[in-house]
């Protein structure tokens, strides 16, 4: 397997400056990958602008039968891309098998979405005239992204991206880089041609520079946190770039009393502890109605205790380390912040160990609107509760948040539910349900969690320009 960029069809960047790829879970190093920087990004746009000029030509139906291979390809491949992604960033393997499949659904809906961009005629007001509604592709494509998801959140970039015409140039996270070069090496073996998709490793500001600022690029796509997005926001400015950005959440988790309680208690633990509790959709504050609450709160903390902590590589782990110290060093804050400010531990609440980057699933009630884990992501597998009485008071409580990207509510009233749902502001919601990302359907968020969305039929258009042709005849 290649450890290198890849610009214009060429592997290339061995003399550069490396930077170290580490295993979360045991410090160890696995793979050193050249620093690339604003001449490496500079030759990747090059090369981006170049190829777009053929491959936008190509219809999609030729675009198509690639997206297929690289799907067929990424599922041929499965156990390598997995144990690679469990290596780099700590997922537990069961949930990496699940990431590529996930990731590889992306570019297989896409192939068949290339196929179904469709234009529109418009009644004429003119009988010497006609008026059409044309699609094209964007142009060359900026794709930044996060270590969390490695390879998914790569592939519902590039997957639209390309099924459109565009070009991509990517610029993966340097946690983990090495997931994203293998399925660029992927993609070369599916045979795509030259140009058509880049990667670029190493400096960020750098990189993001050369990608922000250069007016070849058309269109920047992010992952990351709401800081980056707003930086790369203003640089975007410069040539009123189109954005996607896919940025922080801060997600309420509402149950109300009359829930189903396996179905809060097994939701909340997908939404909750999923990838440690390293997603931008995982939920970070649990409020629970106050006659629900103690017993939600035992039948919790039940089914935390047993789940196990360790090395994603062995059987039955089911919370792998965080991604790294500073992971560690933000959870054991908040988890500070909020004892100080009187809440309580009801399971966890440290590291198991000095070794690693581990914290124990964690349950804390008494949780209050002050605290540090109220108010931001915590980004690690710490469950905060608190009590509510009312649903006006839930939903200023969920509302109270400059984020807006998911939310979950349990509880079995079709109509407190609609109730609820109608009044929060937040872009992705799951009634009775803890995990609801899909492929076919849009995916994104409200207010600083972010602009556009990704998947679905929704997900191809941020890669696509209308052009109004008005026709004399
Ligand atoms: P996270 O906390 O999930 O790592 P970041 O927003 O820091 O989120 O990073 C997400 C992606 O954005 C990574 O690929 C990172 O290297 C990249 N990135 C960080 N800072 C910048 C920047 N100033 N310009 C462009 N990309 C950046």
Redesign the pocket.
């Known amino acids: 397997m290649h450890n290198l960029l890849y610009i214009n069809g060429e592997w290339t960047g061995e003399s550069l400056n490396k930077l170290s790829v580490h295993n979360p879970a045991t410090g160890e190093l696995i793979s050193e990958v050249p620093k690339g920087g604003k001449k490496e990004a500079a030759a990747a746009v090059e090369a981006a602008d170049d190829a777009f000029r053929t491959w936008s030509k190509t219809t999609a139906y030729e675009r198509a039968a690639l997206l297929k291979k690289l799907y067929g390809l990424m599922i041929e491949n499965e156990a390598e891309l997995a144990e690679l992604m469990t290596r780099e960033m700590g997922k537990p393997l069961s949930e990496a098998k699940g990431e590529v499949h996930y990731a590889a659904n992306y570019i297989e809906w896409y192939a068949e979405e290339a196929k179904r961009v469709y234009g529109e005629n418009i009644p004429t007001h003119d009988s010497n005239k006609r008026l059409q509604v044309w699609k094209k592709p964007v142009g060359v494509v900026a794709a ?5 998801f490695p390879a998914a959140m790569l592939t519902r970039k590039m997957g639209p991206a390309l099924a459109a015409g565009c070009t991509v140039v990517i ?5 983990t880089p090495l997931t994203a070069i293998k399925l660029v090496q992927l993609a070369e073996e599916a045979g795509f041609p030259k140009g058509v998709i880049n990667i670029v490793v190493g400096s ?2 750098e ?3 050369v ?2 600022l250069d007016s070849r690029v058309r269109k920047v796509t ?8 707003k ?2 926001m203003k ?1 975007g400015s410069e040539t009123i770039k189109k954005l996607s950005l896919e ?1 922080g959440g801060h997600a309420p988790i509402i149950v109300l009393d009359d829930a189903d309680i396996n179905k809060a208690v097994d939701g909340t633990i997908a939404s909750k502890f999923r990838n440690s509790g390293q997603t ?1 959709v995982c939920g970070n504050r649990i409020y629970v109605q106050s006659e629900i609450h103690n017993k939600f709160v035992d039948a919790l903390t039940e089914k935390v205790k047993e789940l196990k902590v360790g090395d994603g590589m062995e059987e039955g782990i089911n919370i792998g380390p965080l ?1 790294n110290k500073a992971g560690v060093e933000k959870v054991s804050s908040h988890v500070a912040d909020a004892l100080e400010k009187g809440a309580q531990v009801v399971h966890g609440g440290e590291q198991p160990s000095e070794q690693g980057n581990y914290y124990i699933p964690t349950i804390i009630k008494n949780a209050t609107n002050d605290m540090l884990m109220m108010n931001e992501e915590t ?1 690690g597998p710490v469950a905060p509760i608190q009590k509510f009485e009312t649903i006006d008071e839930v939903i200023r409580l969920a509302n109270d948040t400059p984020f807006g990207l998911a939310a979950y509510v349990f509880t079995e009233s079709i109509s407190k539910g609609t109730r609820i749902i109608e009044d929060i502001d937040f872009g992705i919601v799951g009634w009775n349900d803890g995990a609801p990302s899909a492929v076919q359907a849009p995916f994104g968020g409200l207010k600083e969690s972010g602009l556009g969305r990704e998947g679905g039929h929704q997900g191809i258009d941020e890669f696509l320009e209308m052009q109004y042709v008005s026709m004399g005849i």
């Open positions: 930044i992204t996060p270590w969390n610029k993966p996270s340097s946690e960020s500001k990189i993001g520079e990608l922000l992010f992952t990351g946190s709401t800081e980056v997005g930086i790369l640089q940025l931008c991604i980004f």
